[in-house]
């Protein structure tokens, strides 16, 4: 009976992963939305009788917090197994490095890094990630400093720091995480150009593709996974 905790499933790659994974009866699956008043009703759709819809908004702490509460209520004494942080943002696509607004790239940072972070943090200080948990930090080809390189013009400024922001921390937690759950695996991937409203035009892959592709490589980390970077095609990214 597995557990899985998808934030951002309102919509997008989010909702993708709750309906490839409440086909089966055996998960149960904790699916986040950033506000109640958001139009649910794609997810409640797609959920199951084992789907629980909870509140988190992954740029506020106290949001967070509140989400951590209810899911040990929802869950009484049962642990999360897989870890799926996918909620982000890229609201200012057409900034370049001379053109950064402040506001914007803290609005980034926050959601895109400090979501995920505080996210896993209340999570363990709540005792619902149990020693083996797999954790997935959601990022982009544009994290990768090797993939940035490679565009020209360069595109996605601030969007793509926050998500270099992202690769670090999952660096970071897969050392500090070790130290309190000791089979701990976690990952940043690369979704790939999805049709999402966030790919827009141009996108290519087909949300199932890509979600199916994730599902098959999250399922299959093994210990030495621990702290890498996997496109959805199972592929290891450079930094
Ligand atoms: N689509 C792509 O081609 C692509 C490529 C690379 C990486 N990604 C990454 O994949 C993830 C999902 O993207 P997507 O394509 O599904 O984008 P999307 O269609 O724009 O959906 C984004 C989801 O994140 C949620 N979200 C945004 N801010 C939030 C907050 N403060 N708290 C909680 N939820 C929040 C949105 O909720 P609301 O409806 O409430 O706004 C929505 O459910 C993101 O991390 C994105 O950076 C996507």
């Known amino acids: 009976m597995p557990v899985y905790c ?17 086909k089966s009866p055996d998960n149960t699956i904790i699916a986040t ?11 409640k759709a797609v ?5 629980h819809i909870l509140e988190c908004n992954t740029a506020d702490l106290t949001s967070i917090q509140s989400f951590a509460s209810e899911t040990k ?3 009484n004494g049962v642990q999360i197994d897989f870890l799926l942080n996918n909620a982000g943002v890229n609201s200012v696509p057409t900034q370049n490095s001379l053109s950064i607004g402040p506001d914007d790239l803290h609005r980034e940072i926050d959601i895109n890094v400090l979501g995920p972070a505080k996210t896993t943090e209340f999570l363990i200080a709540q005792d619902l990630l149990p020693q083996n948990v797999r954790i997935m930090n959601m990022t982009s080809g544009l994290g990768s400093m090797s993939v940035g390189l490679s565009i020209a013009p360069r595109k996605c400024a601030t969007y793509s720091i926050s998500k270099a922001g992202v690769n670090m921390l999952t660096v970071h937690q897969s050392g500090d995480l070790r130290e309190k759950l ?6 940043c991937m690369d979704p790939g150009w999805v049709k999402t409203r966030m790919g827009g035009e141009g996108a290519v892959l087909e949300p199932e593709v890509s979600i199916g592709g994730m599902l098959k490589t999250v399922h299959g980390l093994g210990e030495g996974d621990n702290g890498k970077f996997y496109t959805y095609t199972v592929e290891e990214v450079k930094w």
Do not use: H, P, W
Request: charged share 20%.
């Open 6 to 22: 998808i934030t951002g499933a309102n919509r997008g790659l989010g909702l993708e992963f709750v309906r490839q994974l409440a």
């Open 33 to 43: 939305t950033r506000s109640m008043s958001n139009d649910l009703s794609d997810l």
């Open 47 to 51: 959920s199951s009788k084992t789907t």
């Open 73 to 75: 209520k929802t869950l």
């Open 182 to 187: 000791k089979g701990v695996v976690v990952i």
